[in-house]
């Protein structure tokens, strides 16, 4: 499970994502010829207004929404109309919401083996070994009993890492995982987060934390009305960014 | 733990309720009286069984009673399975079973059960040869399963997009997300509305005497025109259903309080 960041091919490109377009009903235009590239192992924080179409990104790319026209591919298996190949990715990328998403009727236990054991296949001793390692990692260990609701909002957001990672995911996607959390829960939330990416996970994440963005992500991307505005390393794009809207959106949320 | 204000507010309405019932079996008396109707309680117990030699032998009523138990319980069983499966169908993304789903329920929830009744036992029966209770069976599970059916929708759309969207991001696929995160939760919300249709099926099936079905009601309606204990029959009759319902009620209560979780 530890990766040495130093050891991955810092090159090697695992999402493309081409001209992806997406119009909801309205017509809203969400996403507006936008593409974008990760390399694996890669942390890439996605910021920008609200309605700029952050959310539908992550959305498209583990095909939770289907694009209008573009291009994904992810891990080099293209997101197209073959059901095989968008339930591989489906399993092979991760994601987290801001509102948790665990099922209320199962325990921490069951909500972190079910994918493992209908997915992967594995056995249930084999999954609950991988699920106490997880809870363990994520500082939960002595809820594997509990059942969501009786978790503070921090706890469950752990829970459903835990939950996701259970699958060994290649990319994971994190939407405003922490929007929805009491101030002094964000924190705890983060601080996982800030491990996964140390041990190498490819993370695409849409958040407000911006000390967060700063500290842990190599790159950022600014979105606005479907679009990209612009992108780049993460000390370059904080400290020198080259768009005008990009020192407007900064200066307002800094 | 109750308080002692609880004791005395139960206490209080369970002596409402004796006298409530106090006074209704005084006016059936009452009024029985007025109009010269003779009470033979003494008799009924015969319908119910006879000792011959110390052997026990059903009387019509009981009879009647595992008729109606065996047809109601078949046909919860079948209506359940029609229920959901429309549910389901009506839910998918298929145009054909979207279609076929409406038609059912539509032509089902739009007739009156005894014309369904008595089309299924004077036209489909002779055609396909089915007998008098699988006709009654067949009636009742089409006519519950519809109802069921909207209910099952209901349970099924009132479950969050979050559910079936973590279910998707885990790579679960249509009938796992169903079978294991969906379903489970719509079924805890559903059972009160589900027990009263229980309940309805329970009701209903006094119709199926109407095609000479032995079930309690026809036992009921023989014995009486045998023997003229209107009154008498018809009491235990209506209890006996009542006794089935309540039954029923009590054990759905138990199966919600032994799976609380998720309001
Ligand atoms: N299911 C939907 N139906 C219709 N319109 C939608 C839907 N989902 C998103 N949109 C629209 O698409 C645009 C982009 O929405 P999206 O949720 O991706 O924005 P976002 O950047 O995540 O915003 P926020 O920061 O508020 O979460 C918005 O105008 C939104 O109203
Ligand atoms: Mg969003």
Redesign the interface.
Known sequence: MELNKQSINRDEVIIVAEHLVKTFPGPVLALDDFSIRVKRGEVLVVIGPSGSGKSTLLRCL???EAIDSGTIVIDAIPLDHHESNR?AI??E???V?Q?F?????LSVLENIN??QC??RKKSKPEATRTTRELLAKVGLGEKIDS?P?ELSGGQQQRV?IA??LA?RPKVMLFDEATSALDPEMIGEVLEVMRTLAEEGMTMVVVTHEMGFAREVSDRVVLMEAGRLVEEGATEQFFLQPVQERTREFLRQIL | MRTRSAVFIQIRDLLGFGLTIAAAVLLILRGSEQLGYNWHWRQVPRYFYTLIDGQFLPGPLLKGLALTLEITAISLVLAGVLGLMTALLRLSSSLIGRGLARFYLESIRNTPLLVQLFFLYFVMAPIFDIGRTATAVLALSLFEGAYASEIFRAGIESIGRGQWEACHSLGLSRAQTYGRVILPQALRRILPPLTSQAVSLIKDSALVSTIAVYDLTMEGRTIIAETFLTFEIWLVVAALYLGLTLTLSVLANGLERRYPRIA
């Open positions: 583990n095909g939770l339930l489906r399993r990328v991760g994601m919401f509102s998403n665990l099922f209320p009727h079910l994918a209908l997915v059942y609701d459903a939950r996701a699958l």
